[in-house]
C-alpha cells in the first residue's frame, strides 16, 4: 500500500524561508507524477506545482515563479521551498502522486502558517 507523508509545516516568518517535503513508501517513486498543493482558509484546494520524472513545472500562474520544487527520485522525495513567504501562502500544503490507472495517493497535509 503506497503512502505519502509531509513534514516541514509549521509558524514561518514573513521573509524567512519555507521547505517542505514529501516522502514516499509502497511505490515506485520515479514513474509517479508527484503534484503539490495548498489550501487556504476558507479557499479551494489549488495546484502549487507538477513533477513528472525529472520534469519539473508550475502550473498555476497565480504562483508561478514563487515556488522552487524538485524531486529526489533515489530517496523517494519531493520537495517545495519558498523563500519569502508571505501571510498570503497560509494554507494547508499536500503532496499528491499518480500513476496511470493506479489508485492515486494523497498526503496528509502539513499547515503552513506565515505570520509574525
Known amino acids: 500500500q503506497g503512502q505519502l507523508v509531509e513534514f516541514g509545516g509549521g509558524l514561518v516568518q514573513p521573509g524567512g524561508s519555507l521547505r517542505l517535503s514529501c516522502t514516499a513508501s509502497g511505490i515506485t517513486f520515479p514513474i509517479y507524477t508527484i503534484n503539490w498543493y495548498r489550501q487556504p482558509p476558507g479557499g479551494q484546494r489549488q495546484l502549487v506545482a507538477t513533477s513528472t520524472g525529472s520534469r519539473i513545472t508550475s502550473d498555476n500562474d497565480s504562483v508561478k515563479g514563487r515556488f522552487t520544487i524538485g524531486r529526489d527520485n533515489d530517496n523517494k522525495e519531493a520537495h517545495l521551498q519558498r523563500n519569502n513567504p508571505k501571510s498570503e501562502d497560509t494554507a494547508v500544503y499536500y503532496c499528491?502522486?499518480?500513476?496511470?490507472?493506479?489508485?492515486?495517493?494523497w498526503g496528509q497535509g502539513t499547515q503552513v502558517t506565515v505570520s509574525s
Open positions: 499528491y502522486g499518480e500513476y496511470a490507472a493506479r489508485v492515486p495517493l
